[in-house]
């Protein structure tokens, strides 16, 4: 039986995790959740799951829900909260789930109690990635990836030795805006951003994906999750979303990992890793699907991902500043205060503006990320 925590319980990956826990009731228990302003669900779930922990990261939010609630669940708040939900004790597992680098602080905390990571929130490891690797080694904890392409390239790599691999092949849908040029996208609106051709996430992931921030993103997690440089990584536009990301061994044998666009498979296959476990996913039909196209990423007109490179290749704490620099321009854009070609420009503004330090602790990634919040206030 595994004793789940599950931070950002209420999100997109959550619900899908949650979805999981009903169909292997018998394998997966329940012990912790978290949320942030969804306190309905959060009062669904308390109800169904009973776990013995729910924070609630908006404080208003916690009240109103404390009113509600007469179960035995402890509720707590805040960071503070969150970070309780993560060090649960009976909890096996950690999720980390939450949207944006606030996810860093609770996985850390995980990581000290020795809790297993399944990791979603790949804002954790663009921000923090050499703290969270030290400690990942000095606690002697596992940590999985659920990002699709993530857990592709350590299904990949099952049998093989990290030492032999010659590139990853980290694949891309393209977002919505797949072969549009500069021109189109100064008018896009947010509901068109919003339109992710493969997958259903949540709001800000979806807005990565459509400048393709997401993708560097996500080639950065890579870097530390499988400590290979962002030199020996290609990024390959795949519009079917079936290969979900592939390896090349240095006798240039390519493994692919492939399957229909569903996120509950990489979720399942770090709960239960190394077992596989069955379950009622759609089959991959290759005469059905018939074509699998790849094409180059237009750097140029998705300049989001060119400044994840830039920010990767510059090191220290120019990550931090490209990542929360960008999860302030994407709210600004959902909220409809930029434009969708203002994200990159900010965070372009920002990253000259920074002289980057070497990172050695939370400290500095928390100082960083203020000075980003403070400096981008300046900018608008
Ligand atoms: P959602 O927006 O759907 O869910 C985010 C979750 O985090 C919700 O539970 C939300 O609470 C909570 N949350 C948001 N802001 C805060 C905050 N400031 N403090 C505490 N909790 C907060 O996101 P997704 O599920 O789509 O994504 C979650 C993470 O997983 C992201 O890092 C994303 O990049 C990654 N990921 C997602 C994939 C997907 O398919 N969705 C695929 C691969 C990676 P509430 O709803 O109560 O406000
Ligand atoms: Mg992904």
Same mark, same amino acid.
């Given at each position: 039986m595994i004793n789940l925590s599950i931070?950002?319980s ?7 995790t949650l979805e999981l826990v009903d169909y292997y009731k018998d394998n997966i228990n329940v012990v912790a959740i ?11 779930q308390?109800?169904k799951y009973k776990p013995k922990i ?31 939900a993560?060090?649960y004790p009976e909890a096996d597992i950690v999720l ?14 995980a990581?000290?109690s020795k809790k297993k990571i399944a ?23 596992d940590?999985l ?76 997690? %890579? ?44 979720i399942q296959y770090a709960l239960f890793y190394p077992d596989r476990k069955e379950n ?43 990542? %929360? ?56």
């Open positions: 931070l950002g209420t999100g997109s990956i959550g619900t899908q978290t949320g942030n302003n969804n306190i309905d669900l959060l009062e669904k308390i109800i729910c924070a609630v990261m908006n404080k208003e939010k916690y009240e109103i829900l404390k009113n509600r609630i007469s179960s035995k669940t402890k509720l707590r708040y805040g960071l503070e909260g969150l970070k309780e993560a060090s980390t789930a939450v949207s944006g680098m606030i996810g860093l602080e609770p996985t850390i905390e990581i000290k990791l979603a929130n790949k804002e954790t490891l663009v921000t923090g990635g050499s703290i969270i690797k030290k400690l990942i080694d000095e606690y002697n904890v940590l990836p659920v990002d699709s392409e993530h857990s592709a390239i350590f299904q990949c790599l099952q049998g093989n030795r990290p030492k032999d691999i010659k590139k990853i092949i980290l694949t891309a849908s393209g977002g919505p805006f797949f072969g549009k040029d500069y021109d189109f996208l100064k008018n896009v609106t947010v509901d068109e951003a919003l339109k992710h051709p493969n997958w259903s996430m949540g709001k800000k992931i979806t807005v990565d994906s459509s400048t393709l921030m997401n993708k560097g993103l996500e080639m950065i997690e %890579a870097c530390w999750l499988f400590d290979i440089s962002y030199k020996d990584i290609d990024i390959v536009v795949h519009p079917e979303s079936i290969v979900h990301s592939a390896v090349e061994f240095k006798d240039s044998s390519v493994i692919a990992q492939m399957g229909l666009p569903d996120m509950k498979l990489p009622n996913l759609e089959s991959l039909n290759l005469f059905k699907i018939k074509q699998l196209n790849f094409h180059k990423p237009d750097m140029n007109t998705f300049k989001c991902l060119n400044l994840a490179y830039k920010a990767i290749s510059i090191g220290g704490t120019m990550p931090t500043v490209l990542n %929360a620099a960008n999860e302030i321009a994407v709210a600004k854009f959902l909220n409809k205060e930029i434009k969708f070609l203002n994200i990159a420009d900010y965070i372009e503004k920002l990253m000259e503006q920074h002289s980057p330090f070497e990172v050695n602790s939370l400290e500095d990634i928390l100082y960083v990320k203020k000075w980003t919040e403070k400096k981008f206030t300046e900018l608008i």
